[in-house]
């Protein structure tokens, strides 16, 4: 895998994205379609978006019985998105049954969608996860072991800080992909994130991808933004 920068669209419409690419019509990107977007859009916008040359992170998160997480990651991979994701915490039936949705939904010839787990959402603390989630382990543990489950699982990675990285990828492997949001330009706010870093920083720390939203969105100018994200990225 490449380490791309993966473009978070956290817009509610279709008509919102077009005018946010509109000025990198000259780029293939990588973008994150989540569940504000695609609840409202659903498989029109991916068909849109992979028309235009774009990869797609379908962020949706997964996270019920085996049999309805593999029943509808059988139907996402006929989108052929490359990259879907479920819960960790969901357990590793759920997770070994995502993969054979996908495997069973993926056409003759194509490739199948990468698939990563969430291990703790980077807005959890460790407060957070102590006291309202109830694991009373440290987070860097807990996100090892989630992340070894995941692989054990036939997963190719995780969702993770990238203050995280280090630990899973001595743990699990250092071909376990790690994609990692709560990714912030220096200076901007960390909103509601808590383990953030800056670009520069994810990629000393090994993280294979980032996900970059409200740096970029939010921006005056996002092209800009984009530009600057890419050469810390790549320093």
């Known amino acids: 895998m490449s380490k791309p920068i993966i473009l978070a669209l956290d817009f509610p419409t279709t008509k919102d994205v077009e005018a946010f690419l509109k000025p990198f019509s000259n780029e293939s990107l990588y973008v994150k379609v989540g569940m ?23 962020d949706l998160k997964l996270h019920d019985i085996p049999n309805t997480v593999k029943r509808a990651m059988k139907g996402l991979a006929s989108l052929e998105v490359d990259l879907v994701n479920v819960h960790a915490a969901g357990g590793c ?38 006291q309202e989630i ?26 993770c800080s990238a203050l995280e990285v280090p630990a899973i990828k001595e743990y699990c492997g250092q071909d376990t992909m790690t994609v ?38 939010s921006a005056k100018d996002p092209v800009q933004a984009y530009q600057q994200v890419q050469q810390e990225w790549s320093v």
């Open 93 to 130: 039936a759920m997770m070994e049954a995502a993969v054979e949705g996908l495997e069973s939904g993926t056409a003759a010839g194509k490739k199948r969608p990468d698939c990563i787990a969430v291990t703790q959402l980077t807005s959890t603390s460790q407060e957070i996860m102590q």
């Open 134 to 159: 109830l694991i009373h382990h440290e987070m860097k543990e807990v996100v090892k072991r989630y992340a070894k489950f995941a692989r054990q699982s036939g997963l190719e990675g995780v969702v």
């Open 180 to 217: 990692t949001p709560g990714i912030r330009i220096a200076g901007d706010l960390a909103g509601d994130q808590k383990r953030v870093t800056t670009p520069a920083k994810a990629r000393k720390l090994g993280s294979d991808a980032i996900v970059v939203g409200r740096s970029i969105t």
């Open 36 to 58: 504000e977007l695609y609840y409202q859009t659903g498989p029109a916008l991916i068909d849109l978006l992979k028309r235009d040359g774009h990869k797609v992170f379908l």
